[in-house]
């Protein structure tokens, strides 16, 4: 290869480049069709070591791909001590992967790989940002859609390079949206009093004055969920509080429903504003008339749309009829909160292929995905 096309790939050093590797993705698709960059000051949030509490229980390495000393490529590796726990070979992460350039992807994926195999892992997964809590899977359907906080954008370029740089598809990570109108309600129609047939079971919203308590309901319910199910890693506590203080300004009692039975809680799920909704026309670096823009569309919550991002019920009914009914009722609630929230529109997102009962209850709303992620990986051991 000529010096003129070479690519070279080199650690992220200093908060310049630090800085540089966080805005690279809308510096890189500015101007692409249904392309909408969120805003950089969440993407320090989740990048930098001093904000982000992954790196309380993780570390990780930032890459950047250059040519003729102009990026084209951003990667990142990772290593969980939460994942490290699990059985089964030591598994070992990538995240951010971000190009238009197919001949950047296997350099930026080989960097990765070497610095993840210098720590002794034998798996690399991903993409995650920074582990399955986070943005998950390469976008490889659904790319005219409209953006959603925490679904990432990707070229149709990206999921071919990674399989040609010999990564096999694992698992496809898809999104459903759910509009909030009579005839969805009427599909998700729920059997009359069977709340009280199968156990006195009782919904509530968010307790703004014990919003700490609520937040370890959630986080333990949904880690018992969870447990087991491919890729997952438990949330810690300072995780779930983070993201409820960065939902601070946006949080509202009716976008956190708990299900009690028999006033024990037994299933939960928390749905989030779309940023997108009232930051999509301010760039990621609003300028100072932007972030006046912005703060008013937060204090009238001028939000048309919202994402499900914690949904779950507890492994006791595995088996009975509450658990096929729970998530049914959890919707059915989503639902009649529509008429108080302004969301036209609620995605399902982050269902595994995999998850039969979870796609046909989903299905019966909304038939089809609308976007599909795909997670990759690539067995490190000879």
Request: glycine content about 8%; charged content about 25%.
């Amino acid at each position: 290869m000529s010096s003129s096309t070479q690519i070279t790939v080199t650690p992220v050093s200093g908060s310049r480049q630090l800085s540089l590797f966080i805005k690279l993705p809308r510096l890189l698709y500015d101007g692409l069709p249904s392309y909408v960059p969120p805003l950089d000051m969440e993407q320090r949030d989740i990048f930098s070591p001093t904000h982000a509490p992954f790196f309380e229980h993780g570390f990780a390495c930032y890459f950047l791909a250059w040519r003729n000393g102009k990026p084209i490529g951003r990667i990142s590796a990772q290593i969980d001590a939460l994942a490290l726990k699990q059985p089964g070979p030591r598994t070992g992460f990538f995240g951010a992967l971000d190009t238009l350039d197919p001949e950047c992807v296997a350099p930026l994926l080989e960097a990765a790989t070497q610095w993840l195999k210098v720590r002794k892992i034998e798996r690399i997964r991903g993409p995650w940002t920074l582990n399955s809590n986070g943005e998950s899977g390469i976008m490889v359907e659904g790319q005219e859609e409209p953006p959603m906080i925490g679904i990432p954008w990707h070229p149709k370029i990206l999921g071919p390079a990674v399989e040609a740089a010999g990564f096999k598809r694992a698992v496809d990570l898809l999104s459903y949206r759910m509009e909030t109108s009579l005839s969805a309600e009427r599909a998700n129609q729920i059997p009359a009093n069977i709340r009280q047939r199968l156990g006195a079971i009782t919904m509530r919203g968010l307790r703004m004055d014990k919003v700490n308590e609520d937040a370890e309901i959630l986080r333990e319910i949904y880690n018992d969920a969870w447990a087991d199910t491919w890729g997952n890693i438990p949330l810690t506590q300072d995780e779930v509080k983070s993201l409820l203080k960065a939902l601070k300004p946006i949080l509202r009692p009716e976008q956190y429903v708990l299900a009690e039975v028999s006033g024990e809680p037994a299933a939960i799920a928390l749905v989030i504003p779309n940023m997108f909704d009232i930051s999509g026309d301010l760039g990621g670096a609003p300028s100072p008339l932007g972030w006046l823009k912005l703060a008013s569309r937060v204090v009238s919550h001028d939000f048309r749309s919202a994402r499900v991002v914690l949904l779950g019920v507890r492994k006791k009914y595995l088996g009975t009829a509450l658990r096929a009914m729970l998530p049914a009722l959890i919707i059915d609630e989503l639902m009649k909160r529509g008429h108080v929230l302004p969301y036209r529109s609620i995605e399902l997102g982050w269902v595994l292929e995999t998850h039969e009962g979870l796609r046909k209850l989903i299905e019966r709303i909304s038939p089809k995905p609308y976007k599909r992620h795909r997670m990759y990986e690539k067995v490190l051991t000879e």
